[in-house]
């Protein structure tokens, strides 16, 4: 069965922290995409990994992928109250089928 | 350069209606996706089309259909509307079919859709 989880899917941070969130995923997938949510809003892309080991960097946000462990990372360092969204990973399978993780919703503290 | 269009944004209806859904993809994208977003099973990839032909199709009954016309517009229907329906359906073009790597997904702002 295909899966894609996320953890955690709620959390509260101070500004200025460091924290990662984590998207796990079963089957072997050849792309992962990081997309950002803003309530009531669509999904922006942020990030597109398609190797192993790669890293993308953009502003306080990085992004990982170990396709052997099957995970990808998200970082956020010194975290602002602008980041304040839902982020989803996405994994396309094999067959054409694009799934979803369940998102993580980030609420940065002032 | 024009986004992904959707239309209408929000849209109430009955039970046992059916609803049309549109998406305009951006200029010269050929690849259109559907998704439906609900709070209960988040995301869901409904079907894709590309070249008027759809190519994939996720876990969902048969009421869901949708079309794509030849310049690249896409609909989506619903028939015989039950009240799990209600969602924010998105809709998301790309170059290329999903499967090319380098084709990234660009979401439109979605169509709210109540049934009562």
């Known amino acids: 069965e295909l899966k894609v989880e996320q953890n955690p899917l709620f959390l509260s941070m101070q500004e200025g922290k460091n924290y990662t969130i984590y998207c796990n995923y079963s089957t072997t997938s050849d792309r992962l995409y990081w997309y950002r949510q803003d309530p009531g809003k669509s999904l922006e892309s942020l990030f597109v990994l398609l190797s192993n080991g790669a890293v993308k960097q953009e502003g306080r946000l990085m992004a990982s992928l170990d396709t052997k462990a099957r995970l990808s990372t998200l970082h956020i360092t010194a975290a602002v109250h602008d980041l304040s969204a839902t982020y989803f990973c996405?994994?396309?399978?094999?067959?054409?089928?694009?799934?979803f993780g369940k998102g993580t919703r980030l609420h940065i503290l002032p | 350069k024009a986004g992904v269009t959707q239309t209408p944004r929000y849209l109430i209806k009955t039970r046992g209606q059916q609803v049309t859904l549109s998406c305009s993809p951006i200029?010269?994208?050929?690849?259109v996706s559907w998704y439906q977003q609900t709070p209960g099973q988040g995301l869901q990839f409904l079907f894709e089309y590309f070249s008027e032909t759809q190519r994939n199709k996720g876990n969902f009954p048969g009421r869901f259909s949708g079309r794509q016309f030849s310049n690249s517009r896409s609909e989506m229907n619903v028939s015989t509307l039950e009240l799990g329906d209600s969602a924010l359906y998105l809709c998301?073009?790309?170059?290329?079919?999903?499967?090319?790597?380098?084709?990234?997904?660009?979401f439109g702002n979605g169509t709210r859709l109540t049934v009562t």
């Open positions: 996405a994994l396309v399978f094999g067959d054409d089928k694009i799934i």
């Open positions: 998301a073009s790309s170059l290329d079919v999903i499967r090319r790597r380098n084709s990234p997904l660009h």
């Open positions: 200029s010269g994208h050929r690849s």
